[in-house]
T-cell receptor, first 114, second 112 residues
Framework: DGGITQSPKYLFRKEGQNVTLSCEQN?????MYWYRQDPGQGLRLIYY???????QKGDIAEGYSVSREKKESFPLTVTSAQKNPTAFYLC?????????????FGQGTRLTVV | GQQLNQSPQSMFIQEGEDVSMNCTSS?????WLWYKQEPGEGPVLLIA?????ELTSNGRLTAQFGITRKDSFLNISASIPSDVGIYFC????????????FGQGTRLTINP
């Protein structure tokens, strides 16, 4: 079945450590996105990528890094520079052809810093 | 960055009632999307709108793309318990590159 998969679903990290969240899609979508969601708030864009080997910062990119070496994969690294990393992280992908860019989401990774 | 103002932030209704929520912006969007999110899960796409003035239904859900391209609404008719969740609007904007901007969400609670 086609879809977008995030792993792990739950992740615990010690302060000062970097951690990488995985996002894989087999929908042949060009565009991929990372969002952060805090309790009671909407989704805020961290990074997005329109095409392989290219990505742009979103609204809250500080303390995060990404790579897009393959079309299917868009991993997000939460670095020790991110001051408040505990949140629910959502990855999405979309076809991104013209204006037809319905985004489909993974099930999310809940990151907790302990 | 661009902002979508979604209202209301929360709704408490009785089962069977109709629901209406909307999103507005000062920016023009090419596409409007409506999503539903349940606890601990990613948002699921409900309706996508591509043209100004477009009115689209999906079962008991109806959404419209505002004629000015700066707003959209979602209606849910005859609500049932499984409608509980958080509903998000999203707009696609093109400024250099295409990206999606999300509203803050409307949390729907239904009393049986």
């Amino acid at each position: 079945d086609g879809g977008i998969t995030q792993s792990p679903k739950y992740l615990f990290r010690k302060e000062g450590q970097n951690v990488t969240l995985s996002c894989e899609q087999n929908l042949n979508h060009d565009a991929m996105y990372w969002y952060r969601q805090d309790p009671g708030q909407g989704l805020r864009l961290i990074y997005y990528s329109q095409i392989v080997n290219d990505f742009q910062k979103g609204d809250i990119a500080e303390g995060y890094s990404v790579s897009r070496e393959k079309k299917e994969s868009f991993p997000l690294t939460v670095t020790s520079a991110q001051k408040n990393p505990t949140a629910f992280y959502l990855c999405a992908s979309s076809i991104d052809r013209g204006s037809l860019s319905e985004a489909f989401f993974g099930q999310g990774t809940r990151l907790t810093v302990v | 960055g661009q902002q979508l103002n979604q209202s209301p932030q929360s709704m408490f209704i009785q089962e069977g009632e109709d629901v209406s929520m909307n999103c507005t912006s000062s920016s023009i969007f090419n596409t409007w999307l409506w999503y539903k999110q349940e606890p601990g899960e990613g948002p699921v796409l409900l309706i996508a709108l591509y043209k100004a003035g477009e009115l689209t239904s999906n079962g008991r859900l109806t959404a419209q793309f505002g004629i000015t391209r700066k707003d959209s609404f979602l209606n849910i008719s005859a609500s049932i318990p499984s409608d509980v969740g958080i509903y998000f609007c999203a707009g696609e904007i093109i400024q250099g590159a295409q990206k999606l901007v999300f509203g803050q969400g409307t949390r729907l609670t239904i009393n049986p």
